[in-house]
């Protein structure tokens, strides 16, 4: 595949004669594998897979090019498999995801495997920020999955329906209009919880007045959308409306300033200046989106405290939002595409206020 190739000319500059990779996103991305419960060890010329008895006749269906590696055996451990293809391969340097590896795997390893352990975290992940046309192309589509699964839901929510048989009906559907099975922790929450950025749908249900508030997505050949949007049931007070049309205007201001070149911490600046001299300023959240593929919240982030130059071809969420404690919570959430001058916007549902 062409990221082992990218992984390869990492490790030709770092003089380095293997990888070790634990991180799933990671391994999704270097093989296609679609399983669980897996490393890979990839050398300069060959390629290794380690996984368990159950994943073996998947792992020869999909990884054909793989040399595949049984490691849960009595007694074993992965450890124990790398060291005896350290010893057989005279490998003497291995590249390790030093920000995910547990430290009883790094301690097996130093213990039985002769070789001298590399730190490369998130040296895979920052391959992974700029998209091939594959990758866009699969994260538009499950961007498409999600907007027609928005179309439906709006139509189930009503007064009495809970948060929960909302939230339900939102997976199901995407998964009807084509997404993949893997689960995903959808956000669907109502009326005063709205406030919550990361609120839990509950057994409440929904209620005349309500603000509902749906951050949710799916995955598609394993790329992820996300997206958020706040709809309100029946007629929206003075202040419900008020609250929404700063938080539309956050969201626009702040995908003005998106093109390549820029950099990740101007864009919550450039959220607040619709906020100006107003009480909502102080009521909102400092990272305001991130890069999204395989994993939802990838590098690298829109916020202040992040410095990164952002690259044509990355995918970026961006989502501000203003959060009332006790009263509720405003977010409008795009899936973008970064261009030279500008951007895509993946997401078709448009941003004006849905009175349900």
Same mark, same amino acid.
Request: glycine share 6%; proline share 4%.
């Given at each position: 595949m062409m990221n082992e190739t990218k992984i390869r000319e990492y490790m030709e500059g770092e003089n380095l004669d293997a990888f070790f990779i634990a991180k799933r996103v990671n391994i999704r991305f270097a093989s296609g594998w679609t399983g669980d419960d897996s490393y890979i060890l990839l050398t300069k010329n060959q390629q290794f897979f380690l996984t368990d008895p159950r994943y073996i006749e998947q792992a020869e269906i999909e990884l054909p #090019? =793989?040399?595949?590696?049984?490691?849960?055996?009595?007694d $074993?451990?992965?450890g124990d498999s790398i060291a005896e293809l350290t010893d057989k391969y005279k490998i003497k340097t291995i590249a390790f995801e030093d920000d995910y590896l547990t =430290? #009883? %795997?790094y301690a097996d390893f130093n213990k039985k495997v002769k070789a001298t352990l590399f730190q490369a975290g998130q040296i895979? #992940?920052? %391959?992974? &920020?700029? $998209?091939?046309?594959?990758?866009?192309? =699969?994260?538009r589509i499950s961007c498409e999955i999600?907007?027609?699964a928005f179309n439906r839901i709006v139509k189930d929510?009503?007064?009495? &329906?809970?948060? $929960?048989?909302?939230?339900? $009906?939102?997976s199901l559907y995407m998964v009807e209009e084509g997404a993949d099975t893997q689960p995903y922790g959808n956000?669907?929450?109502s009326g005063k919880t709205t406030s919550l950025l990361h609120g839990i749908p509950s057994s409440k249900a929904v209620e005349y007045g309500d603000f509902v508030l749906m951050d949710y997505g799916c995955q598609y050949h394993g790329y992820m959308s996300d997206m958020t949007r706040t709809v309100v049931v029946g007629k929206p007070t003075a202040k419900q409306k008020e609250v929404y049309e700063y938080a539309k205007r956050s969201l626009e201001a702040s995908e003005a300033v998106i093109k390549a070149g820029i950099s990740t911490k101007i864009v919550y600046p450039a959220s607040l200046e619709p906020l100006k001299g107003t009480e909502y300023t102080k009521l909102t959240y400092d990272k305001i989106g991130h890069s999204i593929g395989l994993f939802v919240h990838e590098y690298p982030y829109l916020a202040e405290t992040f410095d990164d130059i952002i690259e044509t071809g990355t995918v970026l969420t961006v989502e501000p939002g203003i959060y009332i404690p006790n009263w509720g919570g405003v977010r409008i959430e795009d899936q973008i595409l970064v261009t030279d001058d500008g951007y895509e916007n993946m997401i078709s549902v448009p941003h004006d206020l849905i009175e349900l």
């Amino acid at each position: 595949m062409m990221n082992e190739t990218k992984i390869r000319e990492y490790m030709e500059g770092e003089n380095l004669d293997a990888f070790f990779i634990a991180k799933r996103v990671n391994i999704r991305f270097a093989s296609g594998w679609t399983g669980d419960d897996s490393y890979i060890l990839l050398t300069k010329n060959q390629q290794f897979f380690l996984t368990d008895p159950r994943y073996i006749e998947q792992a020869e269906i999909e990884l054909p #090019d =793989y040399e595949i590696i049984n490691w849960r055996l009595p007694d $074993k451990t992965v450890g124990d498999s790398i060291a005896e293809l350290t010893d057989k391969y005279k490998i003497k340097t291995i590249a390790f995801e030093d920000d995910y590896l547990t =430290y #009883d %795997m790094y301690a097996d390893f130093n213990k039985k495997v002769k070789a001298t352990l590399f730190q490369a975290g998130q040296i895979i #992940d920052a %391959m992974r &920020v700029v $998209k091939s046309p594959e990758e866009i192309a =699969y994260l538009r589509i499950s961007c498409e999955i999600a907007c027609r699964a928005f179309n439906r839901i709006v139509k189930d929510i009503r007064v009495g &329906v809970t948060e $929960k048989e909302l939230a339900a $009906k939102l997976s199901l559907y995407m998964v009807e209009e084509g997404a993949d099975t893997q689960p995903y922790g959808n956000i669907l929450i109502s009326g005063k919880t709205t406030s919550l950025l990361h609120g839990i749908p509950s057994s409440k249900a929904v209620e005349y007045g309500d603000f509902v508030l749906m951050d949710y997505g799916c995955q598609y050949h394993g790329y992820m959308s996300d997206m958020t949007r706040t709809v309100v049931v029946g007629k929206p007070t003075a202040k419900q409306k008020e609250v929404y049309e700063y938080a539309k205007r956050s969201l626009e201001a702040s995908e003005a300033v998106i093109k390549a070149g820029i950099s990740t911490k101007i864009v919550y600046p450039a959220s607040l200046e619709p906020l100006k001299g107003t009480e909502y300023t102080k009521l909102t959240y400092d990272k305001i989106g991130h890069s999204i593929g395989l994993f939802v919240h990838e590098y690298p982030y829109l916020a202040e405290t992040f410095d990164d130059i952002i690259e044509t071809g990355t995918v970026l969420t961006v989502e501000p939002g203003i959060y009332i404690p006790n009263w509720g919570g405003v977010r409008i959430e795009d899936q973008i595409l970064v261009t030279d001058d500008g951007y895509e916007n993946m997401i078709s549902v448009p941003h004006d206020l849905i009175e349900l």
